[in-house]
């Protein structure tokens, strides 16, 4: 397919403040790992200077090779009993006021990684009382007693991906199904949660698709939306099939706000996390 070019609303200008410099010398001088840092991430800056990170648990090798991502696809190391008091001490460093937790997929476990996620849970809590979190799990592959651990130890907010519209679903996820995606959310909307998503668009869609997958999600009970723009991370990857305009985006927002989500992100650089910390207002507070 030709080349789209970048256009020029996407150029990064990364700003800088006290206490995003003073994150930033704590995080590269005693090597903790986020996903701001190692996904070279356009909006580190901003979240980093208002007191918010996002961590990946679970190693750095997933089980699935979706075509939009470029995290490493084989099998995984054994997971590290460490990392959830590792992770949450890192919070507790960093002093952050809102932290995000996501990562890999763990389909080489028998329980996909859910008790490491309830652990990890488990040790923010206990170590930063006063950090609200969210957490951006995977599908567990629908099983709907692993989602309910998660979601029994009690995050602030809980968000799935569904990372693009239907017809584009099969294509560009390795495994995880529209519809499974959907009842995930479902399920923790359901539990009193708020349930977060986030979507990448330029991958071919439409607009008549993308309110259709708005349509879907608030069928279901959810309430906060992202939607930002596909960067197609190397060559081997799905390509970009447009870049949508911050007109287009705009009226995404609009539409959502409509429609009758609480929240929408809706930006070219917009990623999950984007202001993460203020959607915490929509969440009951921690039991």
Known sequence: MEHVRK?????????????YAATKQIVESHHLHTICSSGLCPNRSECWGNGTATFMIGGNICTRCCKFCNTSTGKPLPLNPDEPTHVAESIRLMKLDHAVITSVDRDDLPDLGAAHWVKTIQEIKRLN?????????????G????I???I????????????TVRRLSDTVRSVAKYDTSLQVLKQIAENGIT???????GLGETPEEVEELMDDLLAIGCSVLTIGQYLQPTHKH????????????RKYHEIGIEKGFKAVESAPLVRSSYHAKKHVCFAKPKQ
């Open 238 to 249: 799905y390509h970009v099939h447009e870049y949508i305009t911050p007109d287009q985006f």
């Open 7 to 19: 256009p020029s609303w996407l150029k990064i200008d990364i700003g800088v403040n006290p206490r």
């Open 195 to 201: 349930a977060k998503s986030g979507i990448m668009v």
């Open 143 to 146: 099983r709907t007693e692993l």
């Open 152 to 163: 029994d130890a009690g995050p602030n907010i809980i968000s799935h991906n569904m990372e």
């Open 129 to 141: 009382p006063n950090t609200t979190f969210e957490v951006l799990i995977p599908d567990f592959r």
């Open 148 to 150: 309910q651990q998660v």
